[in-house]
């Protein structure tokens, strides 16, 4: 319990999913008018790589990498009538990574020169050096053919730094009058932007130059009964994407309604903060008197802003090849998906479940041409009809699953931190039949039907679980009927994914988004999709989560 | 450059300051000087180091008020770092929550900052001494270490001035046994990195791997427990006394969205809520875990009783808070001191009849903030106890409690270490609730 977290836990405290503890990435605090100002030219950013991948191979170095990132950020934050704050930030460096003596090393800089990115390149060949003479396996590159001088671009709209701040403040003032006017007792809102501008260059050839987008708008409401004391929040149901400004403007065509009688809707590619907060307001006075939950078995109807956190921490994680091989026991934990258990051929969920990797997904978080180690970006099975076909994995780790090439999965939060193994959007493949969300409703004869993603947890080998949600709906015959309150249901994995009964069709799916993803030591963020449609799980067990405490 | 000494520092913020054309300026530094090596699989990951040195300046137009920052120091980005936060704060909405910058002030002098720092070498060689104990052992070690020097100065244009340096160093090693059935965990944080012993606790993690092995299930319900240090705070995520200490917010409480808030309004600041042996307090002069001196607006930290025989005693006040309500405000400080006895770990097991022992708890998150209900798993070495004796090890389990609930089932509180910048004694709490099992090794 150390100052420099307070401000990260008091956020999650605050019941702030995901939402970023700002400015995390070291970046300094600039005008906002700088973030449209253009950073280095492809020529200039070719001349300066070039500059450290020669001075790593002359220092020694069998493979280098070198990546030029300019990381670009702005949030406002509001409460009540209130601006709390508004922060825009660039953070401009360079990392190289190196092998020599067949190890890793890696250093940074933020003097942007050809001598300061030399210097950054013979430190990391140093490194390397040094830490061979403990190192027991030796780095083992798959093959990557050089691209030559590429870019690639997210195909946004519009750039959201090109917004006016007064706009952004005028929605999210808007915003909260909305939900006051409605009777909450407090609203926060926040709108985050971030830009990343990346330049990768190695010595197989690649000059990769790469300019991404992401966009987080998102409130929190609550409601107090000042008689009895008790409070309930409803957050929003924005997923943080992969786009533009233009996620804010909402088109009817990307509204998708929830089951008859919830009064829940999901956003696909374009979201209505306003009508989200009207309808945020008036779930989170009915959450003040909603039925308290018999605990017991329950058949599940789980809509895709909430499935996307639990397809995330039960099947992004374990299938992470980092994880699964050892690297993370330390902090984020092993899995239970070993190679060992993929071999035996098990199955990993019922034959309705097809979950696939995606880095090419366009207005998602993880799309992007090239990873951050130059490979070209993909789509790939992860499950097939319930049973584990594949993992996730980057360069060095291929080999260790008899296989020749990288996933494409490769990050680095920014220029200062070393690449490694994220998750890239993890997806559950919608049903082939047509279905829709009332008629899997309509058969099921006691169930709950849960929007929006609450409290998470999952053990270190991704085995038992405990998720919440934002507003939970008795389902009897067939038909919501009442709001329930005080839910929250634990599963196992492979028992949850094998009660997986049926999804409904492409029509119903869309992406939720996990916008600050943590692993690693020190822990770095990222953000990634989870697609799905909504989906029914059979027998889980609910539990009630109401305490006294006197 | 990154360790700059208190006059160094004091000079280059003064010169700050002098570009300032606006009502109020403030200005701080933040630098570190800090090294890592990651290991796994017995073979070194990746190691890393970093040097840095930030500004950060806040310029103030009546309520108005704008940041920058910058991390190079010639004169010419000095001045532009000033003049930038004086652009922001002129096109900023006035806070409504603004109180003017404090004045000259009083600090104490936390023994915070050792003499000597761990050279990359040194790192290297810890991870190897760690990383020996286990291939020795057929056990599989991953590991962190992470340390430095860091500094804080603030100054300002109502004549504050603060400075402190302050040495820290974090380990932690996970062990596991080669077939995986087994693992074992072991923490610490110093000040001074001569008193970290890699493989020692190692060592400890190791005989946890080793004796974990072939865990029974037990059926989940209400057990009593012995909590280690490592299962109540946690330096990198949210843990049981961690959220408890964050939680003593007055403001959230004062508007109704809390623990403790008062039914009818008001916070329940001086109410008993906890088992009468439960003394929470922070003091940055702790010989054992030296805290800050001051927060970051210069407020001066000094000993202050939270919770006291079970009494809450102080809540967290914020300056605007503070100066609404008319109390003084609290900083809230780097770490906390829970008070104890004099029995060790091992002396609480032997006074146990039955209940289980809880080395790491993960995966920690809030499910109801009304009644702090945590959910969360054990994990790394979790053994059943009966007859005053570890009988045999147990799967691991997820539990939903609430600390409010725990710190009244008190059984007996043992010798509080220094852990995660906190010195918390191992609890043994009754009716600790587990809610299902997990498989997870």
Known sequence: MKRRNFVGLTGLAAGA????????????????ARLLEPGADTAQKKRLADAGLNAAKAAGASYADVRIGRYLNQSVFTREKQVQGIASTESYGVGVRVIANGTWGFASTNTVTEA??????????????????????????????????????????????????????????????????LGVSFVNSILSQVNEQKYFASTDGSYIDQDIHRIYPSFNVTAIDRASGKFRSRQALSSPVGMGYEYLTPKAADKVAGPTGSDVVGYKYSYDMLEDVAAAAKQVKQKLTAKSV????????????????????SVGHPLELDRVLGYEANYAGTSFATLEWKAKGLPYGSKVVNIVADKTQPGTLGAVGYDDEGVKTKRWDLIKEGRLVD??????????????????????????????????????????????????????????????NGSFSIDQQRFNFQFGGQVFYAIEKGKITEMLEDVAYQANTQEFWNSCAATCDESDFRFFGAFNDGKGQPSQSSAVSHGSATTRFNGVNVINTARKIG | MAILSQPEAQALLKKVLGYSTADECAASLD????????????????????????LAVESRFGKRSGVATCNEFDEATLRRCVQRAEEIARLAPESPEYVPLLGPQTYLSPPSAAPTVLTAAARAQAAADSMAVCAARNLTAAGFLDGGTRFTALRNSKGLEAYQQSTNTDFSVTVRTADGRGSGYAIADVTDPTKLNAKALTQRAADKAAA???????????????????????????????????GLDARSADEGRSFMTKKGGGNRKGEKLFDERITIYSDPLNAEVPGNAFDGNGLPTQRLGWIEKGVVKQLYYSRFWAEKNKVTATPFP????????????????????????????????????????????????????????????????????????????????????????????????????????????
């Open chain 2, 212 to 246: 974990s092995v072939n865990a029974k299930a037990i059926e989940p319900g209400k057990y009593t427990v012995i909590l280690e240090p490592a299962a109540l705070v946690d330096s990198g995520d949210l843990s049981l006394l961690g959220g408890l200490m964050y």
């Open chain 1, 294 to 313: 018999v605990p017991g078995k329950y058949d599940l109807v789980l809509d895709p802003h909430h499935l996307g956190l639990t397809i995330h921490e």
């Open chain 1, 17 to 32: 999913l995901f939402l970023p503890s700002f400015p995390s990435l070291g970046g300094a605090l600039v005008d906002p």
């Open chain 1, 391 to 452: 993992y996730e994995k980057i360069r060095d780790q291929a080999h260790m699953v008899g296989q020749k090439e990288s996933d494409g999965c490769c990050y680095s939060q920014s220029w200062q931190d070393v690449q490694f193994q994220r998750m890239p959007n993890v997806s559950l493949q919608p049903g082939k039949a047509k279905l829709s969300v009332d008629e899997l409703v309509s058969k099921v004869d006691k169930g709950i039907y849960i929007a929006g």
């Open chain 2, 334 to 441: 780097s770490g906390f001191v829970m008070s104890g006895g004099t029995q060790s770990t091992a002396d609480l097991i032997k006074s146990t009849a039955k209940g289980i022992l809880i080395t790491r708890l993960w995966y920690i998150r809030e499910v109801d903030p009304q009644t702090l209900l945590y959910t969360g798993l054990t994990r790394d070495g979790t053994f059943y106890i009966e007859n005053g004796a570890i009988k045999f090890p147990i799967k691991n389990m997820r539990f939903n409690e609430s600390p409010i609930i725990m710190l009244n089932n008190l059984e007996a509180i043992g010798r509080p270490v220094r852990l995660a910048g906190c010195l918390v004694p191992p609890l043994k709490i009754r009716d600790f609730t587990f809610t299902s099992l997990s498989d997870a090794i």
């Open chain 1, 116 to 181: 300061g990115i030399a210097k950054a390149a013979q430190l990391a060949v140093q490194i390397a050096k040094a830490n061979s003479k403990v190192q027991k396996e030796k780095v083992q590159l798959a093959p990557q053919a050089g691209f030559g001088e590429v870019s690639w671009k997210a195909p946004i709209q519009q750039n959201a730094f090109e917004v006016p701040i007064k706009d952004k403040v005028d929605l999210l003032l808007g915003v909260n009058a909305k939900a006051l006017d």
């Open chain 2, 31 to 54: 630098g570190r000087t800090t090294g890592n090596i990651r290991y796994a699989r017995n073979s070194v990951s990746t190691a890393g180091s970093q040097n840095s040195v930030s």
